[in-house]
Each structure stands twice: as C-alpha cells, then as structure tokens.
C-alpha cells in the first residue's frame, strides 16, 4: 500500500538521521533531563522499543484473530510505565538500547511491507474498550514515533 511505503521510507530515513545523533549523546544527559511524563531520553528510546515490539504482534494478531479482537494493552491505564520500569531502561547499555530501538524498528517495517490488505479494517479493542483499525494503527505508528523523537529534541535542546 503506498500509504505504507511512503510511512516506511520516512521512519527508515528517521532510523538513520538518529542513530548516530542518539550513540553521541552525553551519558549525564541521557539519565537526568526528563519530559512532562518524567522519562529520560533513555526511558523514551525504551518505550519506542516496547511500541515497536507491541505494535508488531497487533499487526500479526490482526491478519488472524477474529475482528475485533482484544489483545492486551500496554499503553493505557499506566501499563507503558510498568513496562519501563519493570525492564529498567535507565539502567541499560546505552549502545545496546539503541541498536536493540533500531532492528525493532527496522523488522516492523518488514511486517508492515508484509502485511495481508484483506486485513486491514480488522479491529483491535483497547483497554479503553476503543476499537483501532489494522490500517490505522499502522499509519499512526509513524506520528507516535515522531511525537517521541520531538519529546528527545526537547531535552537534548533543553
């Protein structure tokens, strides 16, 4: 779908453009500068990791199950917190977390290129009892990733 593609070729070039910029960071700004939901950059890039892995078994989940389907939410309800905590992302190597937030990202554009177009109005249910289209959790996946990288922008500029 080209909606997909052209979503794809932007987080690719994201990928790109940050990598490098995350690696040269200073460790001190890393682990004390933190945004309005009181992250550090390392906390955020460990989320951004949780959503990529999160949104990829959506993916998967929805091109199978019967529509609508409930799968466990994390993000809702203060769970994306415990998932930080729990893997303790301030404490992690530095180098690993970004290397481990890029391949995420990169094989969730392989799923997303590889995604079954028949099942795109399949619905997953949210812990807010909403429902999300296949398709649209897969175009808003860039504006999240984006609202991310502006929050560590922020901080980097702060």
Sequence with gaps: MKEFKENNQILLQLLSEWEPKLLLLPKDLLT???????????????????????????????????????????????????WIALQNYQEETWSDLVQLWKYSNLHIIHVINNVDVSKLDNEWVSALNTTVSLKTMILDYLRHFKLHLSEIDNLINK
Excluded: E
């Design 32 to 82: 004390t500068r933190r945004n309005s939901q009181n992250r550090t950059i390392k906390q955020i890039v460990g989320h951004m990791t949780d959503s990529a892995s999160n949104n990829t078994h959506r993916i998967i989940h929805l091109q199978y199950q019967d529509s609508p389907f409930a799968f466990p939410d994390y993000a809702n309800l203060g769970n994306n917190d415990r």
